[in-house]
């Protein structure tokens, strides 16, 4: 199995990191957030060699349309939280909104 070590150098590279962030939640709060704390050894690890992350999930299993009640919001707060920095949340996956949130990541 590949691991970060793999990958070479990562410092202003952007990496791809498919969580699991799938919360439940009561309300707007997570009632718990384990799989986001199982993210973050993984999250820091990248950071700390200076990558650009781009962190994709899902919430659960909306249909059709866009579902506010299914906003990864809180999972970015409460990650924010646990790294210690503010997580940008783009307003769409694909787009105007998630080119320019990915353009301002820094490093790490």
């Known amino acids: 199995m590949r691991t970060i070590e793999d990958l070479g150098e990562l410092r202003g590279r952007r990496v791809l990191l498919r969580s699991d962030l799938n919360v439940p939640l009561d309300g707007d709060r ?9 993210s973050v050894g993984t999250l820091q690890r990248l950071r ?13 299993r909306p249909q059709g349309a866009p579902d506010p009640s299914y906003s990864l919001a809180p999972v970015a707060n409460r990650l924010g939280e646990l790294v210690g920095t503010p997580v940008p949340l783009a307003s769409d996956t694909v787009g105007e909104s998630a080119t320019a949130t990915v353009a301002g990541l820094g490093d790490g």
């Open 30 to 38: 997570i009632s718990d957030d384990g799989r986001i704390r199982a």
């Open 48 to 60: 700390d060699a200076g990558a650009r992350v781009v962190v994709i999930a899902h919430l659960g």
